[in-house]
């Protein structure tokens, strides 16, 4: 009879423990009052985890997680940084540290920017510097089976979104970008052996202008300079020229249109020897069908518009140039900033 009682109040025990660690690791807890970013990096154990996710207030307490540990040995919980914002069971916390639902940083990329721009941006993150991403950045092993010309990644890392973990590195990131440009190069059905100059030529067309109608006129000056034989004489060429010396100071200076280096367009014929900047898809199709048009010269309008009035001839480009710099003065005498960029030849 004694051991029947025994029996049975062991029973009751185990039946009550079991369910307070049911209730403890069922039950929706939150001890935090805003999202709570918490980092897990690699080689932490379940005791550490436990520990720092019930001092952030997301647990109530390290057993409660350790009792799941007991009850799942055998999945793999995954490092990376994670958001709670509400209240979550220690289940359901374990479940998502073991699926991996880690927190995404987006990381927003312009078209026309160039590496340097996307090292600052991605360096504003916190955890990708900007000398590992141009250290990345400069490897051009990752294009270099459709771009074997390629120097760089310098064209190739596609503007755009990215969703980023704080596991994420600068090769991890180059890789994502130079991906997404495969992805939009295939949707475009290019030749395959034009990849580097319509980049390079996309990315001309990109820097030049930001007013969407103008790409395709402005990619049929560059084409038509071309076929003519004349210079480019391209401003953006001439700054990239100066950022590859570390040398550009904010503006251009006689000495800069007088740089004999390879990318400056004032004083070398043709393309330059790749890309400057991150062309987006609309600059790639403009690069890839220019419309079909006499003008060999652009100059920058005054009125603040962005856009470009286009000329076929040295007569009519010069008459322009005098429109732009009277718009200027003008605009000059009645406090206005200066509106657009200096004129293109």
């Known amino acids: 009879m004694k051991f029947r009682n025994f029996l049975l109040l062991s029973v009751v025990v185990l039946a009550a423990g079991a369910a307070a660690i049911y209730t403890l690791i069922t039950r929706p ?37 350790l009792a799941i540990r007991l009850l799942r040995p055998n999945d793999r919980l995954q ?4 958001e709670f914002r509400s209240a979550a069971s220690p289940q359901q916390v374990f479940e998502r540290i073991h699926q991996g639902d880690v927190f995404h940083y987006e990381l927003t990329v312009p078209e026309g920017s160039h590496r340097w721009d996307i090292a600052r941006i ?19 092993s990752l294009i270099a089976d459709i771009a074997p010309q390629a120097s760089s990644l310098e064209g190739y890392l596609f503007p755009s979104t990215y969703r980023v973990t704080r596991q994420t590195t600068a090769r991890q990131l180059c890789k ?29 067309v990109e ?17 038509n300079r071309l076929a003519q034989g004349i210079k480019l004489e391209c401003d953006p060429t001439v700054i990239y020229a100066a950022l590859l010396e570390n040398r550009y100071r904010g503006t251009i200076y006689k000495s800069d249109l007088e740089n004999p280096h390879p990318y400056n367009t ?26 079909e048009t006499p003008f060999i010269f652009f100059v920058a309008k005054p009125d603040g518009s962005g856009g470009h009035e286009f000329t076929t001839n040295l007569s009519a480009h010069n008459k322009a140039v005098a429109e732009y710099r009277r718009g200027l003065k003008e605009n000059s005498t009645h406090g206005m900033a200066n509106p657009a960029p200096a004129p293109r030849n």
């Open 29 to 65: 807890y939150a001890g935090f009052s805003k999202p709570v970013l918490i980092d897990l990096p690699r080689g932490l154990s379940t005791r550490a985890m436990a520990d720092r996710l019930a001092a952030q207030g997301v647990i109530p307490t390290p057993i409660s997680f």
């Open 266 to 291: 004032y004083r070398h014929a043709g393309l330059p020897p790749g890309p400057i900047a991150s062309p987006g898809r609309a600059a790639l199709d403009a690069a890839l069908h220019p419309a």
């Open 122 to 140: 991605a360096s504003s993150l916190g955890f990708i510097s900007e000398s590992d991403f141009l250290k990345a950045a400069a490897d051009p």
């Open 79 to 82: 490092a990376g940084e994670y």
């Open 207 to 223: 820097k030049e202008t930001g007013v969407p109608a103008e790409r395709a006129t402005v990619a049929s000056v560059y084409t």
């Open 176 to 204: 994502m970008m130079t991906d997404e440009f495969r992805a939009e190069w295939k949707r475009l059905t290019p030749p395959a052996d034009v990849v580097h100059q319509i980049v390079t030529l996309a990315s001309l």
